[in-house]
């Protein structure tokens, strides 16, 4: 018996509505009629047209940039939804904006990660769905239930339709030390070896390559990370792949395109042969660049969202 709620709903902001249009389609119902904008002094406004009294609500937002606006309209919509007399409200955020802020680096140090966290609380929500948290340890910054999908399924289907058989030829790489657990269960799931990047980071958005620990000479490798921001380090990675370790060639594939400043020019110019994105945040223009791909969620935040709203377990999404 489903007692949280008679029926479900789905809303969104503004920051991805195309993938809240698929998620809806392939779930077989429509977005909940609403208006979410900005008065002139640039406050955000929400308007539900529809009740959603008793409903299992689910918010479909990611908080990408611009990231606070995003953020807002996600916390305004969860207290107009509580307001209204919503049964449960889950907020679904594919990308989880401020997760690299998820410790102090230093004195003195935010851990603005955790305040998000408080702030989704207070405004309402009962539950979080996201994917690929930049530190899976986020999880235990909220005081409610959190479901952390993976998007490496999404990228072992693609590679082993891409290539096939010639995967037994391939070498995944891990772009630093700190991805390298996430690379090894992406390698094991294509039968694949690691290598890593070791690299020394000199400031915020650059860092120098030192080392590639592994054999990667004359092998195809397929660079895993969670996200690319403004591309320096996946494209310095893929650099020393090729000049230091020779390899054949570097494919390359992330979660989360952030894609800022200079990213897309230095992507363009590396020696990369092709990188594949989740479309958690929206696609850039095609005409920008011919080296990105994007893969879609949709179909598997629609069997989570279908799966949450049944009560059903939805670990069969991590296989």
């Known amino acids: 018996m489903i007692s949280h709620g008679k029926d479900i709903k789905i809303f969104c902001g503004n920051s991805n509505q195309k993938l809240a249009e698929e998620i809806c389609k392939l779930m077989g119902t429509k977005l909940g009629e609403a208006e979410v904008g900005k008065f002139s002094d640039g406050e955000v406004f929400v308007s539900l047209y529809e009740s959603v009294r008793g409903s299992d609500v689910f918010v479909i ?3 990408c940039n611009p990231v606070n606006d995003n ?3 996600l916390l305004i919509m969860i207290d107009a939804l509580k ?7 889950t907020a679904v955020i594919p990308y989880y904006g401020y997760a690299r802020q998820d410790r102090k680096a230093k004195a003195r140090d935010p851990i603005s990660a955790k305040l998000v966290a408080n702030m989704l609380t207070a405004a309402g929500a009962n539950r979080v769905l996201t994917m690929d948290l930049h530190a899976s340890q986020i999880q235990g910054f909220f005081d409610i239930p959190v479901d952390n999908l993976l998007g490496n399924p999404i990228f072992v289907d693609y590679y082993a339709k891409k290539f096939g058989s010639e995967c037994n030829n391939m070498m995944v790489v891990s772009p630093d030390v700190g991805s390298v657990s996430r690379a090894r269960a992406f390698a094991q799931k294509l039968h694949m070896n690691l290598a890593i990047v070791d690299k020394r980071r000199q400031m915020a958005n650059s860092c120098e390559v030192m080392n590639v620990i592994g054999d990667v000479e004359g092998m195809d490798c397929i660079l895993f990370d969670d996200m690319v921001d403004t591309g320096g380090s996946l494209c310095n990675a893929a650099r020393a792949i090729i000049d230091i370790g020779h390899a054949k060639s570097v494919h390359a594939c992330a979660s989360h395109g952030v894609l800022s400043g ?5 992507i363009n110019d590396s020696c990369i042969t092709e990188l594949a994105l989740l479309d958690t945040i929206p696609a850039i223009d095609p005409a920008r660049s011919s080296k990105i791909k994007y893969l879609t969620v949709a179909p598997m935040f629609a069997e989570a969202i279908e799966r949450t709203y049944q009560e059903i377990s939805i670990s069969k999404l991590f296989r």
Not at 83 to 89: F, L, T, V, W
Request: aromatic content about 0%.
């Open 61 to 63: 937002q990611s908080t």
């Open 71 to 73: 953020l807002m309209e």
């Open 83 to 89: 307001r209204a007399s919503a049964g449960r409200i």
């Open 262 to 266: 200079p990213a897309i020019d230095r």
